[in-house]
């Protein structure tokens, strides 16, 4: 491949890009974006401070969907996000033994044994299976309306909703018992959110990636205890749960080791539901600021599909995944050479004028609305499905039982450059 030059990105711009602080502050963050995505679609970033190894950043949404898509030249070993700086890496490699993955799953699998692990619990997720616990999720939608209203008529919407809902919905499938659901919160916000004061139970700011990544190992570590022992009940006493399936697969004839299973059922656990859990606030906080809006739905429910999958753009709640090129290629006319790192990413994909009209607008009549929060391709989300299923009978729920809404207060953003949303929504609402 003939040597092309680099377009490098400024210091002050790289560190953005990198910075769990930017994607706390959206606005800022999506005009930059708006500027690469014209003058550098795939620029070259290099960490300012030296923590992370340089990679090129991709910001247009038809880039971004081809890499999601082509699974053999754009691999998610060795390493699958930015969120581990390089002395989390090293961690992570003493940890495992050598393995720059803190926890092995589907997100850090390639072919072939990415899609023979994604085939154990495939069926679990599909439509024809969860229409068997639409009941008992709107059951649990109410018993959740129920609290909010009982607090009101202003609360914390994360706190109250957004956070616990999802949750439950998940910990019933995997097969977590309820008493236990405070627990795997706590070590989801401390392994996604690491970076966040709030939401890493430490309450310091600016700690040092050091110490980051010991929160974030001391989190995957009580996490593996956790299911140490829940496999060894579901193996001495199975149950119809996705807990049970995971502790008695076989894949090519043989148990799933140690490592594998721990990291299967982590990403269920926390990937699960932190995710929904961000696209329901954002949902809601776009509604609280539109009352016009709140109030068509409530008489017109054909709308409500059309809301989530909006919510599910407008936050893509899982903001970037890293590939490294398999081969020489090129993306946007740039040549990639064979080794390279690359970042796609989601918010600059899902904000991009030329496949969004107005993407800043929150818009629940968007047709079509091929966003790439779910990914694409083989790595496509698991949960899509139920995420989807979650945030409609929580907003019918919701719009049945509460005549109007409106913020309360100004809403926070959560500090983190792998998955994000908001940690705060004080609302302010009527009772129907």
Not at 286 to 309: F, H, K, N, T
Not at 362 to 383: E, K, T, V
């Amino acid at each position: 491949m003939a040597t092309q030059a680099k377009p490098r990105l400024d210091p002050e711009t790289a560190y953005e890009v990198i910075s769990p602080e930017s994607y706390a502050h959206w606005d800022p963050l999506l005009d930059t974006f708006d500027r690469l995505r014209e003058e550098a679609p795939v620029a070259w970033v290099e960490d300012p401070e030296g923590r992370h190894p340089p990679f090129w950043l991709v910001t247009r949404y038809d880039d971004v969907m081809r890499i999601s898509k082509d699974n053999a030249t754009f691999l998610n070993n060795p390493q699958t996000v930015v969120f581990s700086l390089t002395e989390g890496i090293e961690f992570a490699k003493n940890l495992t033994g050598g393995s720059p993955h803190m926890v092995a799953s589907l997100v850090t699998f390639d072919a072939p044994i990415h899609m023979k692990y994604r085939k154990l619990t495939q069926e679990w997720f599909m439509p024809k299976n969860l229409r068997q616990i639409e009941d008992e999720v709107r059951e649990l939608a109410h018993k959740t309306v129920d609290r909010l209203l009982e607090a009101g008529p202003e609360a914390d919407f994360c706190k109250l909703v957004s956070q616990p809902y999802p949750l439950h919905v998940v910990m019933q499938i995997l097969g977590v018992p309820e008493e236990d659901e405070p627990r795997m919160l706590m070590l989801t916000q401390q392994m996604f959110g690491g970076q966040d004061e709030d939401l890493n139970q430490s309450g310091m700011k600016d700690l040092p990636p050091e110490a980051i990544t010991q929160l974030v190992a001391g989190a995957v570590k009580d996490f593996e205890a956790y299911f140490a022992k829940l496999t060894a009940e579901k193996r001495a006493n199975p149950t119809d749960d996705v807990a049970s399936t995971i502790a008695n697969a076989t894949v090519d004839g043989e148990p799933l080791n140690d490592r594998d299973m721990m990291g299967y059922y982590i990403i269920v656990a926390a990937a699960g539901h932190d995710t929904t859990s961000a696209s329901t606030a954002g949902a809601m906080l776009a509604l609280a600021q539109d009352p016009e809006q709140w109030a068509r739905v409530r008489e017109d429910r054909s709308l409500l599909p059309g809301i989530v999958e909006e919510a599910i753009r407008w936050t893509s709640p899982v903001q970037h995944f890293m590939r490294t090129a398999a081969e020489d290629t090129e993306v946007g006319g740039q040549e990639i050479a064979e080794g390279d790192w690359l970042m796609i990413n989601y918010v600059a994909a899902n904000h991009d004028p030329a496949q969004f009209d107005n993407p800043r607008k929150f818009d629940a009549s968007r047709s079509p609305n091929r966003h790439l929060a779910f990914g694409a391709g083989a790595h496509q989300c698991l949960g899509l499905h139920l995420a989807r299923l979650e945030m409609r009978i929580l907003f019918e729920a919701l719009l049945d039982r509460i005549e109007t809404v409106e913020l309360a207060g100004e809403p926070a953003r959560s500090k983190s450059t792998f998955v994000g949303g908001l940690k705060t929504l004080p609302l302010r609402f009527t009772p129907a």
